[in-house]
């Protein structure tokens, strides 16, 4: 191990003591390291780092921020013991990126895509991905939360499920709709029955009984998306999509109904796993039918503009 990957696995390790899962940079870090090596490099400087960041092509500028965020962090951390270290500056690459027009789900196309589930083989890959894509539309969970739920998360008694692998590395509780329980208790009894002795104590199981890969499900989900007509070449749903029409359907029914929607999102945003609500206004911009909706809202309390 070089003086560099040393460093590197004493970096990681303090900071993940500390609670940081810091996937990504255990990802990248070693890649920077065999870079710095290749290059006869004894020390990390700006130059090269910007250089390593820039590798990639044909890629967004952000995935270039994301890398040299990643030797940013490890450059602080290197400095304190090499001072020859230099510490690239913030800002060399755009760091966000044009939010992906999603595409708004309707019921019909939500019970489409559940229909073409059913025909899946074997049985329990078919039970499964119905069951999943049918609770991230109901709820809107985030695909890597719902896929990483175990038994035990989900509490089919009192309609609550239990998510730890948030985003954001929170906790939080989700109520369900009651039909939404008897929906997964369904589903819980016949994947018990096809596969008694499972492998792995993950709540949705693939077809030989181990948790899912979110590749995977991302693959079903294409293949299915295409078998009803819904992709194109100019249309490509995905399944984070089904989290966003949940949102933007709760808010589209609570405008409908008359109720304060500004003294309610901190719940929507709770319910989402949003660290705020800032991340949940977004939704009100989302589709026309709520910015229309909005407007009538306005003009009901203060009269139309003249």
């Not at 870079?35 to 090269?48: E, H, I, P, R």
């Not at 709820?139 to 985003?167: H, N, P, Q, Y």
């Not at 078998?227 to 399944?239: F, N």
Request: proline share 6%; with cysteine; hydrophobic share 45%.
């Amino acid at each position: 191990m070089s003086g560099l990957a040393g460093h590197v696995a004493d970096y990681l390790r303090m900071r993940r003591a500390l609670g940081f899962k810091l996937k990504r940079e255990g990802r990248l870090l070693p890649q920077l390291v065999a870079y710095l090596d290749a290059a006869g490099a004894t020390t990390l400087t700006a130059q090269l780092a910007i250089a390593w960041a820039r590798l990639p092509q044909d890629v967004a500028p952000i995935n270039w921020s994301h890398r040299l965020g990643a030797a940013r962090g490890f450059a602080a951390y290197l400095k304190t013991i090499d001072p020859s270290t230099e510490v690239p500056a913030s800002g060399v690459f755009p760091s966000s990126a044009a939010r992906r027009v999603p595409h708004l789900w309707s019921p019909t196309e939500v019970s489409a895509l559940l229909e073409a589930t059913r025909g899946l083989r074997p049985p329990l890959r078919a039970a499964t991905h119905e069951a999943l894509f049918g609770l991230i539309a109901v709820s809107g969970m985030r695909i890597g939360e719902a896929i990483a739920l175990d038994r035990d998360d989900v509490d089919l008694t009192d309609g609550v499920l239990t998510i730890r692998e948030t985003k954001l590395g929170h906790c939080r509780m989700v109520p369900l709709h009651p039909s939404a329980t008897d929906a997964l208790g369904s589903y819980a009894a016949r994947r018990d029955q096809l596969r008694p002795t499972p492998r792995s104590r993950r709540f949705f199981l693939s077809s030989v009984g181990t948790g899912l890969d979110v590749g995977g499900v991302h693959v079903t989900f294409n293949q299915l998306t295409t078998a009803i007509g819904m992709r194109t070449t100019t249309a490509r749903p995905r399944v984070h999509d089904l989290r966003h029409s949940f949102a933007v359907q709760t808010l589209i029914d609570w405008h409908r109904s008359g109720v304060e929607v500004a003294g309610r999102m901190a719940v929507l945003s709770g319910y989402l796993g949003h660290v705020n609500p800032a991340g949940t206004y977004w939704y009100l911009s989302a589709t026309p039918e709520l910015m229309a909706l909005a407007a009538d809202r306005l003009d009901a309390r203060y009269g139309a503009p003249r």
